[in-house]
């Protein structure tokens, strides 16, 4: 369940080649982010809460019950911009006031968040082992 | 003397400084051996370029293998490489690095590391045991103790990369290095290809978001292991392998062939490292040649330089060393 999100792409085709991230800015209910190439996107707190890639949220996405209610929850926060950390030269951290946030955000699943696509790739979570 | 609570003091007088009791002079000595420590640890840490934390949740997994065989590739690259052993009940990499029996040499009060293969530097409780048989038995504090020795008191003198090797599982000694050593690069999580308890993956993860590390990355080790051999030319070859499925090989023109047996099943590293949003560094075949350069002391990348664990271990290296930020960062402007 995606909320729509600005694209200032000429054209609707996406290419599957991810360009580097440069900016990450921070707004009122969304984030901004802007790649090399000059193309912009907008994903909204409650997309990127709802996408948690950890073990507790992943696996609440399985199944569409869990994946509402979860959806729910995090429509319930409190809208808040996060503290942002960069993970090694792969990720994104976010740390929220309320919430969960032991995700790590890696840039391919931003860039799958901000060009509206399951970042999941429709894969079921299933645990593994360390 | 005067009822005054101002008190002045007469340089020319005859009085003697109150001595410290016998217990206070030992605080006093022991507060600045502590600061004397952290100093030399902040030293330390400018000193090492890059470390790196490697890690498991459970036992048996091939840390010390992984940790030894990423030590030994690097140092094949050129660079100065030392191994902290902090697995301190059952330290091992001197026998992996060939120094079994090795004694440390201390001057100044300063612990110099040994020197194994290719001149990797190497720090381990093992050095300091009389008996290998001789468990080390000591509570939280005294290895607390220990580990901050081996970090602050160890002489290790210009490093491109230390690796640090620890026990299984998410207890102190992780705790510790990571509150004591500054600038640790990440961990690296080694693992198997099989899948085992959820409470271990969880465990992981909150562990190494609680001391604000990157994962830089999962290691599979014993993915596969790789059963060669020779038959007649363009001949059909059946190879029972394990959960009763049979392989099947065809010899080439020279009548050579190869068929991979995934013992511990396949690819739980890499969707390990999927499921949790971190990087698969690669996988390790399953090498018998590792238990017998384990056992004799001389590691497979020594053996074997050329071989298909090095070859390995060299394509991990490589993407270790992708996700490490030299000096530029990611230029990713947060806003």
Redesign the interface.
Known sequence: MLVPVLKSFDGDEMTDEMPKMTRFERRELDVLVTYADGSEFAITYDDLRHSCPCAKCSPLRNVDETSINLRKQVEALPKEKPKVRIVGNYALGFEWIQGCSSGIFRFERIWELANRRDPDSGKPYVHGAW | MSDSPVTTHDPNADEKPAEASPQEQKKMEQAYAQMKRKMSMEEIGKKIKHKIMV????GGVGKSTVSTGLALSLAQQGLSVGILDIDITGPNVPKMMGLDGQRLHVESGRIHPAQGHLGVKVISMAFLLDNEDTPVVWRGPIKLGAIQQFIGDVEWGNLDYLIIDFPPGTSDEPLTVAQSLPDI??MV????P?????L???K???FS?SL?L???G?VENMSGYTVTGKAAPGSEIEIAAPAGKTLKATANDDGEFSVTLDIFKKG?GR??AE?????FLGALPFDPGFVRGGDDGVHRIVSDPEGPSAIAFAAIVSALQ????EDA???????
Request: proline fraction near 4%.
């Open positions: 890690l498991s949740g459970k690069d990440g999580i080694v693992t198997t099989q899948e085992v308890a959820l271990d993956s969880r992981s993860i909150t978001e604000k990157p994962i830089l999962v739980g969707l390990t499921e949790f949003g971190v990087p992708e996700q490490i930020i960062g990611t230029g990713l402007e947060i806003i």
